[in-house]
């Protein structure tokens, strides 16, 4: 059975840092991706960054290129998302996904394993 804890949420000033965690259990490597979606309120669900557990690749989404980070531990099943120079906009709950790769990486339907969320909330 697949299971997500995510942790690491908080509430910082804009500029600030936070960095999230999500450990998987009962998840093979082959062919899987790892990734981070975030939802405001009254917003769709949209990806911000993913990764490939058994290759590294990476994606992002443009909004956070050149602030956020998403890495993994390969041993431990487990994916960061360091998040630098917040902004207010972006103030939401972060998630994180599992699943086969392919179909798209931003794509939520692509993923049919979720994480609680970890709020995250910057101020100006």
């Known amino acids: 059975q697949v299971q997500l804890a995510d942790s690491g949420g908080g509430s910082v000033q804009a500029g600030g840092s936070l960095r999230l965690t999500c450990a998987a259990s009962?998840?093979?490597?082959?062919?899987?991706?790892m990734a981070w979606f975030r939802q405001a309120p009254g917003k769709e669900r949209e990806g911000v960054a993913a990764?490939?557990?058994?290759?590294?690749?990476?994606h992002y989404a443009d909004s956070v290129k050149g602030r956020f980070t998403i890495s993994r531990n390969y041993a431990k099943n487990t994916v960061y998302l360091q998040m630098d120079s917040l902004k207010p906009e972006d103030t939401a709950m972060y998630i994180c996904?599992?699943?086969?790769?392919?179909?798209?990486?931003?794509?939520?339907?692509?993923?049919?394993?979720w994480s609680q969320g970890t709020q995250v909330t910057v101020s100006s």
């Open positions: 996904a599992v699943d086969s790769c392919g179909g798209g990486w931003s794509n939520r339907i692509m993923y049919k394993y």
């Open positions: 009962g998840i093979t490597h082959i062919n899987t991706c």
């Open positions: 990764i490939a557990l058994d290759g590294g690749k990476t």
